[in-house]
């Protein structure tokens, strides 16, 4: 892109990162986030985060499920899936210590629906 004059954006490295997870090099996509020159969204640190949970890689999830509630404290996604993360490891405290968080801090889940 470089050699265009192009210089990435946030979308970009969005997708760059969705490729490096899903592809398995999780250490590789975080390192691309850390070292970007524009701030991370909380879109990046949950495609990250998907990636994790595809790979059963609970400890690094949890890890990334941190900078992703702190990019978008009201996402309620990161909350749910950093609790199923500890509930995979058995660490039944501290789901349940995600969840009551949530609680105080009033984020709540959204009723699904289908059009079936």
Do not use: Q
């Amino acid at each position: 892109m470089r050699n265009y004059a192009l210089s990435p954006n946030l979308k970009h490295y969005s997708c760059m990162v969705d490729l490096l997870g899903r592809s398995g090099n999780l250490h590789e996509a975080e390192d691309l986030v850390l070292s970007m020159p524009i701030a991370p969204d909380g879109g990046i640190w949950g495609s990250l985060l998907s990636a994790c949970k595809i790979h059963n890689n609970a400890e690094f999830g949890i890890r990334v499920a941190k900078h992703a509630i702190e990019a978008d404290p009201e996402n309620e996604g990161y909350y749910v899936m950093i609790a199923d993360l500890y509930l995979s490891l058995g660490r039944w405290e501290e789901a349940e210590n995600v969840r009551a968080k949530m609680k105080e801090m009033g984020v709540r889940t959204r009723a699904g629906w289908s059009t079936v």
